[in-house]
């Protein structure tokens, strides 16, 4: 018995490494676009702080006004 768990264990986990690890494999003309890709991670990093903020004062706003 302790064998044949073994061995069902190393095939179940053989897979579990790379299912978590796939990635989607892109074309290459993905980056030929018209638009200008100006926004640096600092310009990204601000943005989503903001949206954060954005959300808490909103979700403030509306805890207030059921109060």
């Known amino acids: 018995m302790p064998g044949s768990r073994k ?3 190393k095939h179940v986990m ?3 490494c ?3 690890n796939r990635t989607k494999q892109l074309p290459s003309d993905v ?3 018209p638009l ?3 926004l640096n991670t600092f ?3 601000l943005l989503d702080d903001l949206r954060v903020y954005i959300d808490i004062y909103l979700t403030l706003d509306i805890y207030a ?3």
Do not use: A, P, Y
């Open 43 to 45: 310009d990204i990093t």
């Open 36 to 38: 200008n890709r100006c």
């Open 14 to 16: 053989s897979g579990i």
């Open 18 to 20: 790379s299912k978590m």
């Open 7 to 9: 061995i069902i264990l």
């Open 65 to 67: 006004r059921n109060r």
């Open 31 to 33: 980056m030929e676009t």
